[in-house]
């Protein structure tokens, strides 16, 4: 039987899949009668189903090494410190069978960056940089509102706000996975994948905004 972990699940979670979360509101929500009132109280997110498992990714994983088929994360990798980036990748290796895939979904930089220069020297909105700096996500100042106390602290605990450790684009990512050790690496659209069949129960409903899609191999 294939093992195919979706790290950073969010609300996507496919039956066929390990679905990943670091969520604390994730993770409460499993709870009996818990998992209920959590959402109302605090006006959080509420999932649609409790196939998953709370995974802190700063730590190695649980996984033997050479048991994964399939490592899939969809806009994670830009919240990774430098450091929890590069223990990523290496747990990603290690745990991957001969022939696994990895396959990273992230803000795409240069996209980002190129709609910015283009908007903002057509004049199609009146702020170019306000839409420029949602985007990458780095710092906004409010971006979460007024939060209760309990809220607030909960939120602490769990790193908020999750804006983006680092952006990449398809040379910078290219060049972490060659790095690492993995090969034949492609980028590839939405929803297309050159290696993993059931891509679309993973790659949720719609597309991500403007990203890359980068898979590739371990030899």
Not at 132 to 161: C, S, T
Not at 180 to 189: K, L, Y
Request: aromatic share 12%.
């Amino acid at each position: 039987m294939s093992l195919k972990i979706n790290h950073g699940c969010g609300n996507v979670r496919p039956a066929n899949w390990l679905n990943t979360d670091s969520s604390i509101n994730a993770l409460f929500q499993r709870i009996p009668y818990i998992g209920k009132i959590l959402p109302r109280f605090f006006h959080s997110v509420k999932y649609n189903s409790s196939n998953v498992v709370y995974v802190n990714l700063n730590k190695r994983w649980n996984q033997k090494s050479n048991s994964v088929d399939v490592i899939y994360a969809s806009h994670l990798f830009e919240h990774l410190c430098i450091k929890s980036r590069d223990l990523f990748l290496q747990e990603a290796y290690r745990v991957l069978k001969q022939d696994g895939i990895i396959r990273l979904v992230v803000p795409d930089l240069y996209k980002i960056c190129k709609k910015y220069v283009n908007e903002f020297e057509a004049n199609e909105i009146k702020n170019p940089s306000s839409e420029f700096m949602w985007a990458i996500n780095m710092h906004v100042e409010g971006q979460y509102g007024d939060m209760g106390f309990i809220k607030r602290k909960l939120a602490q605990i769990q790193g908020y706000p999750h804006q983006h450790k680092f952006m990449y684009d398809q040379k910078s990512i290219g060049r972490l996975l060659e790095k690492n050790g993995f090969v034949r690496i492609n980028f590839m659209s939405y929803g297309e994948s050159n290696y993993i069949k059931d891509i679309q129960d993973v790659e949720g409903e719609k597309e991500s905004y403007l990203s890359v899609y980068a898979e590739a191999i371990k030899p």
